[in-house]
């Protein structure tokens, strides 16, 4: 049983590119969460899918910001137009939801240095 | 909107000393999950336990255990004879009926020989 899977683990880009990273959840885990976490902070939740349907969308993500998972299986998400406040990492988790009980399990992030 | 708050941005402990990270949590549900993280340096977020709001019965896992004080909105992380292993950041999150957690600023352990 393999983990949480993120790719690329870090990227560098200009202000104003266009970055994708993308989650592959451990298998037949059909929750899968998204959270940003900034130098000295905790992870501060951004959006989280049940299966391919996103059902909770923090006020933090804005227009720029974008998450699909269109098959139920791995996820991206999208920031257009990147800003320097932008930099984070970026954490990508998964749960089953077996029994109600909504453990997560993280990935290794996706760190965005935005130059 | 939930609040978790970790009053110690840093501590410190020996190794085979016993530790305890303190926690505390806003919040107007009844019935919610609190967690512990464990995140080490450039590695991955792993999760350390977990504790059900309904259980009065303190979670533990091996040298972990928690003392969950319901009306008192507190949720302490006890780590028992510390290894050098244990040194990392701690969160503390909190589960309501929202699946979000809600984590707070953490606090760096560092556990010398």
């Known amino acids: 049983d393999t983990g949480v899977s993120q790719n690329p683990r870090h990227k560098i880009t200009k202000r104003g590119q266009n970055v994708t990273f993308r989650c592959d959840p451990i298998s037949e885990h059909n929750r899968l969460y998204w959270y940003r976490q900034t130098l000295g902070q905790g992870p501060e939740f951004l959006t989280y899918?049940?299966?391919?349907?996103?059902?909770?969308k923090s006020r933090l993500l804005s227009d720029r910001f974008s998450a699909e998972r269109p098959k139920g299986s791995f996820s991206t998400l999208e920031i257009q137009r990147t800003e320097q406040g932008d930099s984070a990492m970026y954490l990508c988790?998964?749960?089953?939801?077996?029994?109600?009980?909504?453990?997560?399990?993280f990935g290794p992030g996706t760190r965005l240095t935005v130059t | 909107a939930q609040t978790v708050t970790q009053s110690q941005p840093e501590m410190s402990v020996q190794e085979a000393e016993t530790v305890t990270l303190s926690c505390t949590y806003d919040t107007s549900e009844s019935d919610y999950y609190l967690f512990w993280y464990k995140q080490p340096p450039s590695r991955q977020m792993i999760l350390v336990i977990r504790?059900?709001?309904?259980?009065?019965q303190n979670a533990t896992e091996n040298r972990f255990s928690v003392n969950f004080q319901k009306a008192a909105k507190s949720f302490s992380l006890k780590i028992s004879d510390s290894q050098l292993g244990d040194a990392a950041m701690y969160f503390c999150a909190f589960q309501g009926g929202s699946e979000k957690l809600v984590f707070g600023k953490g606090t760096k352990l560092t556990v010398n020989p």
């Open positions: 504790q059900e709001a309904y259980k009065q």
């Open positions: 899918f049940q299966n391919e349907a996103q059902l909770e």
């Open positions: 988790a998964s749960s089953s939801g077996l029994a109600g009980v909504y453990e997560q399990y």
